[in-house]
């Protein structure tokens, strides 16, 4: 990969901390900190002269990129920019002596803004209702989650 592609990479994933900061995923001192989790994340460091995925695809280290491991490389980029379980949890629970509410709410926004809600993906299920003797049944196709396929990985 040449400098100029690396520089790209490295400004996406500094385009990712600065994401995580302000959706008050991360806070300002946690920067580093996540910039270096997606180097390494990636096998990369700050002065790598290859291409990420080219690298741990030719070592063998990533599988090739499609359906659910695809998701896979996504979710754990975003657990590089995303509160420790415990400090959710903290947060959560003395927002929640103030306003349950809010609380909620707040869990919800970070739940959709770390991507674990994925509510792009939600607005395809195929939703409908269904008239029956008990009263009108929900339907839904859930298109949300894709789905695993057999590999030769699994």
Not at 33 to 50: I, M, T, V
Not at 101 to 118: G, H, M, N, V
Not at 131 to 147: A, F, H, M, R, V
Request: contains cysteine; negative net charge; charged residues 30%.
């Amino acid at each position: 990969m040449t400098a100029r592609a690396f520089d790209h990479v490295y400004q996406a994933l500094l385009a990712l901390v600065d994401y995580a900061q302000d959706r008050g995923l991360i806070g300002a001192e946690d920067r580093a900190y996540a910039a270096n989790q997606l180097l390494d994340a990636l096998r990369l460091e700050a002065d790598d002269s290859f291409d990420p995925l080219e690298r741990a695809f030719a070592e063998g280290e990533v599988p090739p990129l499609e359906g659910v491991l695809a998701a896979l490389l996504d979710t754990r980029l975003m657990g590089c920019v995303t509160p420790r379980p415990s400090e959710v949890v903290r947060g959560f629970w003395e927002r929640y002596e103030e306003a349950p509410k809010e609380a909620t709410d707040w869990f919800y926004q970070l739940a959709l803004s770390s991507d674990y809600i994925r509510s792009y993906r939600v607005a395809r299920d195929r939703k409908w209702k269904a008239p029956t003797p008990y009263g009108e049944l929900d339907i839904t196709i859930n298109l949300s989650k894709p789905e695993k396929h057999p590999s030769p990985l699994s």
